[in-house]
């Protein structure tokens, strides 16, 4: 019963936000009579490789290989007063190192959605969707008999209504007192292990509470972008009520770098503190340069 009454209240406020959308578009586009478009799409895909191999060699080492995809896709609507951004980012690694099995070490989907309609100049009431994944079985490595991750296993869909802050075009700061998520572990042996915070035998958690997001997008120097995007969430439902304190933090800042029209270095580091996954702040770090291509 608990569950069912947050997972309604999400869904009542995805369809309000699309039903918002698409009148505010309509409303729009009635009232516009240049046949130009609002679009405007962007596209960035990097491979990067890197291989070590050594042959008799003094000082020793191991014989290894390492390969990144990434592709960052991005699409924005905007009119009158209404705008809407989105974003898909993915990422796939592998690496294999001597005799030992083919291994990934990065694996994400990542898509982003925000729309919202101008109050003033710098001021939006705002809807922001975000929704994160994997794309294949993660395991406690070197243990590979352990699985720890998989599809959906976690997903996580968040769905928050507010107002949007933009005190500069590359500054986004976004609050939001309705802020529903929703936890999905569609594996049956993660769900019975009652892994990242859903109960045991459950394939789905509901949470509800605060949530602020903050987005800074800027060419610091030419050829040089840094991004960074921080979110911040309270679980305001918690049946813990000692959880209820603790906040969620998302922290992600990515520099890339571009040598020359087709290679680019690029730069990320992730900090996340989720306590109900895992009672200890993760990090993890990307260096590389390779391929890339941009529009």
């Not at 922001?128 to 997903?155: C, H, I, W």
């Not at 050829?223 to 922290?251: A, P």
């Given at each position: 019963m608990f569950k069912m009454r947050y997972f309604t209240t999400i869904i009542l406020m995805v369809s309000v936000s699309m039903a918002t959308s698409i009148t505010l578009l309509a409303e729009e586009n009635e009232n516009d009579t240049i046949p130009e478009s609002p679009w405007q799409f962007s596209l960035f895909a990097s491979q990067q490789l890197n291989q070590v191999s050594f042959n008799n060699w003094a000082q020793g080492g191991e014989n290894s290989l390492a390969s990144t995809t990434v592709l960052n896709l991005g699409a924005t609507h905007k009119k009158g007063n209404f705008e809407w951004e989105n974003l898909l980012n993915m990422s796939y690694?592998?690496?294999?190192?001597?005799?030992?099995?083919?291994?990934?070490?990065?694996?994400?989907?990542?898509?982003?959605?925000?729309?919202?309609?101008?109050?003033?100049?710098?001021?939006?009431?705002?809807?922001?969707?975000?929704?994160?994944?994997?794309?294949?079985?993660?395991?406690?490595?070197?243990?590979?008999?352990?699985?720890?991750?998989?599809?959906?296993?976690?997903?996580?869909?968040?769905?928050?209504?507010?107002?949007?802050?933009?005190p500069w075009e590359f500054?986004?700061?976004?609050?939001?007192?309705?802020?529903?998520?929703?936890?999905f572990v569609l594996d049956d042996d993660l769900s019975n292990q009652g892994a990242f915070g859903v109960k045991e035998g459950e394939n789905m958690a509901a949470e509800f509470g605060f949530l602020a997001n903050?987005?800074?997008?800027?060419?610091?120097?030419?050829?040089?972008?840094?991004?960074?995007?921080?979110?911040?969430?309270?679980?305001?439902?918690?049946?813990?009520?000692?959880?209820?304190?603790?906040?969620?933090?998302?922290?992600?800042?990515?520099?890339?770098?571009?040598?020359?029209?087709?290679?680019?270095?690029?730069?990320?580091?992730?900090?996340?503190?989720?306590?109900?996954t895992i009672k200890k702040t993760q990090t993890r770090q990307l260096l590389g340069i390779g391929l890339s291509y941009r529009i």
């Open positions: 690694g592998i690496l294999k190192i001597e005799d030992t099995p083919l291994r990934k070490n990065e694996d994400r989907i990542f898509l982003l959605s925000k729309g919202g309609r101008e109050v003033t100049k710098n001021l939006s009431t705002s809807f922001l969707l975000d929704f994160r994944t994997q794309f294949t079985e993660g395991f406690k490595y070197p243990n590979d008999s352990v699985l720890v991750s998989n599809f959906m296993a976690p997903g996580n869909l968040r769905l928050s209504l507010g107002v949007d802050y933009k500054l986004s700061l976004f609050f939001s007192p309705a802020s529903g998520r929703l936890i903050f987005m800074f997008k800027k060419e610091i120097f030419e050829d040089l972008l840094v991004e960074s995007r921080l979110t911040l969430f309270n679980n305001l439902v918690d049946e813990d009520k000692n959880n209820r304190k603790n906040t969620e933090v998302d922290w992600e800042t990515s520099i890339n770098i571009k040598i020359n029209r087709y290679i680019t270095a690029s730069f990320l580091f992730h900090i996340l503190y989720d306590h109900d």
